[in-house]
C-alpha cells in the first residue's frame, strides 16, 4: 500500500442509534483518492469486519499505467463470525477494456450515457 490518507469516521450521536457501525476507519490512497482498505466496527466498537480493495495496474491507451480502473478484487472478512467474501471485476477469463479499447459497440455516449439510452438499450 502506498502513502495513504487515514480517515475515522463515525455517526454522530443523535443519529448513531441502531445503525450497525459504530466507527469506521479508511485508508485512502493519496494519489487517486480511492479507498485501499476499511475496518469497521459494531455497535459496542468492537472490531467486526475488515474490507480490502487491490487494483492491478492497467496500461491505459494514450495515459499509460493506471491503478485506479475499477478492475479490482475486493475481498470482505467478518471477523466475528469466521467468513470471507472475494469479489473480482472483471470475471475471470473474460476482458478488461480501457477508454478506446472498448468494442466500437459500446463507444455510443448517447446510449449508454443519458437517460434516453436506457430506452433503447431495453428494446
Keep these: 500500500m ?3 490518507y487515514v480517515l475515522s469516521v463515525s455517526k454522530l450521536p443523535a443519529y448513531a442509534s441502531g445503525y450497525c457501525y459504530a466507527r469506521r476507519v479508511m485508508y485512502v490512497d ?5 479507498v485501499l482498505w476499511d475496518d469497521l466496527y459494531d455497535n459496542k466498537d468492537q472490531p ?5 480493495v487491490f487494483r492491478p495496474v492497467a496500461e ?3 495515459i499509460g499505467p493506471v491503478s485506479e480502473t475499477l478492475n479490482y478484487v475486493q475481498g470482505i472478512w467478518d471477523l466475528q ?4 467474501t472475494f469479489f473480482t471485476d472483471p470475471v475471470a477469463g473474460q476482458p ?3 477508454n478506446e479499447q472498448a468494442p466500437a459497440n459500446y463507444l455510443d455516449l448517447a446510449r449508454y450515457t443519458r437517460q434516453t439510452g436506457l430506452t433503447m438499450i431495453m428494446r
Design 2 to 4: 502506498g502513502d495513504a
Design 30 to 34: 493519496k494519489s487517486f483518492y480511492g
Design 48 to 52: 467486526w469486519k475488515v474490507l480490502g
Design 60 to 62: 491505459a491507451p494514450s
Design 81 to 84: 463470525h469466521e467468513h470471507a
Design 96 to 98: 478488461f477494456y480501457l
